[in-house]
C-alpha cells in the first residue's frame, strides 16, 4: 500500500492564481482530512469527509473549497490564493471516526509559497 | 471545545537521556489522547493512543505515555534517547463522534521540537 499520496510536494503560487493540491489515499478508508500548518501553530484543520459525496467544514476554512468524489480521492482547491496560505498543507485519512478520532494517517505534505 | 497545551516548544537532550515531553489537555469528559511524530520534511505517524484502559500505553520506537487525569495530562516518555528521536512532536485530543458528525475531529497542541545532542 501506498497510503496518503499528495502531489505536488513544493508549488510557488502568485497571488490571485488558483491551483488544487491532490490527495488519494489507498486503504479504503471513509474519512478524510485537510491540515494546514503553520510555524509555531500546529495543524489547523481546514476540511474533511465522512464519504464520498460528503464534506464538511473544519476550524480554517475560508479560501479554500474540496471535493469527495470517490472514496480514494479527496481534492483540496485554493480559487484566488492570498500570501496568507503559504503554510505546508497535510491531507490524512482514517478508517472511521465514531470512536473519537480514530488513528489518523497523513500524507508527506505540500510545501505552498504564495507571492 | 477541546483545547490541548504542549508548553515546550523546544527541548535538547543529550543521546541516551531520558525524555519527557508534556502535554496538557482541557475537555469535560473523558478524551482520546494522541502523540504524533513529524521527522523533518515528513508527514505525522502515530507513536501511541489512548482511549481507555491502562492509563500508561506503549507506543513504537521504544516511547510511552501516561495519562493522568487528576492532572489533565498525557505526558510522552522514553528512557533513553536516540539520534534518531530528533523530530517534532504532536499531542492531540479528539472527543467522541456524533451521529450528525458535529465534532468529530482531532485537536492538535503547537508541537515540541526535540533536539539531541551526541
Known amino acids: 500500500n501506498a497510503g496518503v499520496t499528495q502531489t505536488p510536494k513544493f508549488r510557488i503560487l502568485k497571488i490571485g492564481q488558483s491551483m488544487t493540491l491532490q490527495c488519494t489515499q489507498d486503504?479504503?478508508?471513509?474519512?478524510m482530512y485537510w491540515y494546514r500548518q503553520d510555524p509555531g501553530m500546529g495543524l489547523k484543520l481546514i476540511y474533511y469527509s465522512v464519504g464520498a459525496g460528503i464534506t464538511d467544514k473544519g476550524e480554517v476554512p475560508n479560501g479554500y473549497n474540496v471535493s469527495r468524489s470517490t472514496t480514494e480521492d479527496f481534492p483540496l482547491r485554493l480559487e484566488l490564493a492570498a500570501p496568507s496560505q503559504t503554510s505546508v498543507y497535510f491531507c490524512?485519512?482514517?478508517?472511521?471516526?465514531?470512536?473519537?478520532?480514530?488513528?489518523?494517517?497523513f500524507g508527506p505534505g505540500t510545501r505552498l509559497t504564495v507571492l | 471545545a477541546q483545547s490541548v497545551t504542549q508548553p515546550d516548544i523546544h527541548i535538547t537532550v543529550s543521546e541516551g537521556a531520558s525524555l519527557e515531553l508534556r502535554c496538557n489537555y482541557s475537555y469535560g469528559a473523558t478524551p482520546y489522547l494522541f502523540w504524533y511524530v513529524q521527522s523533518p520534511g515528513q508527514g505525522l505517524q502515530l507513536l501511541l493512543k489512548y482511549f481507555s484502559g491502562d492509563t500508561l500505553v506503549q507506543g513504537i520506537k521504544g516511547f510511552e505515555a501516561e495519562f493522568k487525569r487528576s492532572q489533565s495530562s498525557f505526558n510522552l516518555r522514553k528512557p533513553s534517547v536516540h539520534w534518531s528521536d530528533a523530530a517534532e512532536y504532536f499531542c492531540?485530543?479528539?472527543?467522541?463522534?456524533?451521529?450528525?458528525?458535529?465534532?468529530?475531529?482531532?485537536?492538535f497542541g503547537t508541537g515540541t521540537r526535540l533536539t539531541i545532542i551526541p
Open positions: 490524512a485519512s482514517s478508517y472511521s471516526m465514531a470512536a473519537g478520532a480514530d488513528t489518523q494517517y
Open positions: 492531540a485530543v479528539g472527543v467522541e463522534g456524533r451521529s450528525n458528525f458535529g465534532n468529530e475531529k482531532l485537536t
Open positions: 486503504m479504503n478508508h471513509n474519512y
